[in-house]
């Protein structure tokens, strides 16, 4: 049987890997468009934040392990344009223009994401940038090198232009943001949110909100981001605005689309079409907590969602129950980590939430070294359900966010979670950990 793989990084080479080892003798070809596979997209603000560090460090395996350890037919350069799915093959062209055309059994669209980049006049110009790939690294660290750049524009305030102001500063590069939306972390709690805002700017970000961006120019090596009301200059702009799922080639061989134009796919990461799966950041996914079809681009997923294509080609039946939407970042010091879902997606999806939003320590009330920690934890007054908590701390916020989010995926209440036997010592936690007091006070208003 031949296992057609389009796209070489976490969901691609996951399911390729797991293929092989599930059934060395299946033919496992892999195709990806450019000259990189399998590294650390996740890794490359860290990166570029050290100047001497080679941006190849990223690369978890390389190209040659796959295919002679592995026996993995991977193919770099080769991007595949068309799949046809009547005489089941996909064809495209190699990186010297040479046409392929190759037929599978079984394919997986692992296509990933691409950044937004917005339609607007300059966005095409040298020094205006966005962060995805490894190449897209590699070519921010020569440009700063080369440009000697002092100062950087990001439009976009999510979470990679907020590591990125991060790197950034720690190359002593001044950074300004700016956005058209007048809310900072529009999915977070207000007090949470001011405290990140506070956090960036401490560190001297200068943050511009409610600013349309109107176009991008350049005069000599200054590039001026133009707003009705306010002109930013720098000599290198970052476009840090989102992605878009890599779909096209599913539409246009007519599979469906889900939320955000990403691939449908079902609990086995079938599309529509039996013979065809969809994995990663270009699929979509199923949310624990809404039971409805979701798009979250994260890298586990990816990863996860790569092993259960692998064994459902290779006849090992598995279902992913879904996703919780948890994601954690580092800004400066401090951790940010969320699960479930805010109040506004609360509300959206029908439920009647409540909130609970407190400020406690990170350690035993007499211990040295504690810092304060800010929650919010979401429930459902109907049902009683935890819905979702976020976290902002100096220390232990992403680890603690791991116990709520397994209380989503299992479906607990608020009462049942407050009851979790949670483990204490004074140097990581008060008695009562900060999740279960959030969830003592959330319990006082339900
Ligand atoms: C700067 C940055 C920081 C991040 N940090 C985090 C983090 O901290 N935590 C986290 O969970 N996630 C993080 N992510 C997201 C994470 O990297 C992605 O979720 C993950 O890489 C998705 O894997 P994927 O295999 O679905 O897609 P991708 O990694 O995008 O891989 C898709 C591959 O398909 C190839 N391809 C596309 N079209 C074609 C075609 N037509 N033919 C052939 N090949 C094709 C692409 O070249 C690419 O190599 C970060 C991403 C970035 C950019």
Redesign the pocket.
């Known amino acids: 049987m031949k296992f057609v793989i389009?796209?070489?990084?976490?969901?691609?080479m996951s399911a390729a890997s797991r293929a092989k080892r599930n059934q060395p003798d299946l033919e496992v070809t892999v195709?990806?468009?450019?000259s990189?596979v399998s590294y650390s997209?996740?890794g490359?603000?860290y990166n570029i934040a050290e100047p001497e560090r080679e941006v190849d460090d990223l690369v978890v395996r390389h190209a040659r392990v796959f295919r002679e350890k592995q026996g993995i037919d991977l193919r770099t350069g080769?991007?595949?344009e068309h799949i046809d799915r009547s005489s089941k093959t996909v064809t495209?062209k190699n990186q010297q223009g040479k046409e392929f055309k190759i037929p599978y059994d079984k394919l997986l669209i692992?296509?990933?994401?691409s950044p937004i980049m917005l339609d607007l006049p300059g966005f095409d110009l040298p020094g205006v940038v966005a962060?995805?790939?490894l190449e897209d690294g590699r070519k921010i660290k020569d440009f700063i090198r080369s440009q000697d750049v002092k100062k950087v524009i990001i439009i976009g305030m999510g979470y990679?232009a907020l590591?990125m102001c991060e790197a950034l500063r720690a190359r002593s590069i001044d950074v300004a943001m700016v956005k058209p939306r007048p809310v900072f972390l529009p999915w977070m709690a207000e007090e949470l949110a001011s405290v990140v805002k506070e956090e960036i700017e401490g560190h001297g970000v200068k943050i511009h909100m409610g600013h349309k961006i109107e176009r991008i120019t350049a005069e000599g090596d200054v590039l001026k981001v133009i707003c009705p009301d306010l002109i930013l200059e720098g000599q290198m702009v970052l476009v840090a605005i989102g992605v878009k799922p890599?779909s096209e080639?599913a539409a246009k061989a007519g599979l469906d689309l889900g939320p955000s134009n990403s691939i449908a796919v079902d609990k086995t990461l079938v599309t529509k079409d039996e013979d065809i799966y969809a994995a990663?950041?270009?699929a979509d996914a199923y949310h624990v907590v809404t039971g409805q079809k979701t798009w979250v681009?994260?890298?586990?997923r990816?990863n996860r969602a790569g092993w259960a294509v692998a064994d459902n080609v290779t006849g090992k039946r598995t279902e992913l129950p879904g996703i919780a939407g948890s994601a954690v970042?580092k800004v400066f010091d401090l951790q940010v980590a969320r699960t479930g879902l805010s109040m506004r997606e609360a509300e959206k999806f029908g439920f009647e939430p409540v909130e609970a939003v407190i400020k406690t320590r990170s350690r035993a009330h007499a211990h040295p070294g504690s810092t304060t920690m800010h929650l919010q934890i979401v429930g459902d007054k109907k049902s009683g359900r935890l819905l979702g908590m976020q976290i902002v701390g100096n220390e232990g916020a992403v680890h603690r966010i791991k116990a709520p989010s397994v209380a989503l995926h299992a479906n607990m209440t608020v009462e049942e979670f407050s009851q979790c036997d949670l483990a204490y010592a004074p140097p990581f936690s008060p008695t009562w950990d900060p999740t279960l007091t959030a969830a003592n006070q959330l319990l006082k208003k339900m």
């Open positions: 389009i796209g070489g990084d976490a969901a691609g195709l990806e468009k450019t990189d997209a996740c490359m603000p080769h991007e595949v495209g692992a296509t990933g994401a962060l995805k790939s990679i590591e890599g080639l990663g950041d270009c681009p994260l890298a586990l990816a970042f």
